[in-house]
């Protein structure tokens, strides 16, 4: 079955970068569109950004554009969430989702409800 598994986070300071990764198995990475959502304490989660089966990207918050950015190995079945310059806003548990073969990275502002999958997510916390 479809499933995701994301790993990389971890307590840094201000200023300081993280990847993250998204291992896919159960499915054929290429054939799918990749978000990662951000849920903070007492928040809803929200989107940041989507990687296509082509590889563009489209980014859902402002907030991190410029120092987010998303990139997919296929071939390693893994989708990659680089953060640079990580502030303490930034943290939370940080997932990736995906939707159904061959769908598009949603346009507008995007909803958890429009992706079908979900991996158990990877606390990130940013503090000095």
């Known amino acids: 079955q479809v499933q995701l598994v994301e790993s990389g986070g971890g307590l840094v300071q201000p200023g300081e970068s993280l990847r993250l990764s998204c291992a896919a198995s159960?499915?054929?990475?290429?054939?799918?569109?990749i978000g990662w959502f951000r849920q903070a304490p007492g928040k809803e989660r929200e989107g940041l950004l989507c990687?296509?089966?082509?590889?563009?990207?489209?980014y859902y918050s402002d907030s991190v554009k410029g120092r987010f950015t998303i990139s997919r190995d296929n071939a390693k079945s893994t989708v990659f969430l680089q953060m640079n310059n990580l502030k303490p806003e930034d943290t939370g548990v940080y997932y990736c989702?995906?939707?159904?073969?061959?769908?598009?990275?949603?346009?507008?502002?995007?909803?958890?409800?429009?992706?079908?999958?979900w991996g158990q997510g990877t606390q990130v916390t940013v503090s000095s």
């Open positions: 990687i296509g089966r082509s590889g563009a990207m489209s």
């Open positions: 989702a995906t939707r159904l073969p061959y769908a598009p990275c949603p346009g507008g502002k995007v909803s958890p409800e429009e992706y079908r999958y």
């Open positions: 159960g499915f054929t990475l290429g054939s799918r569109a």
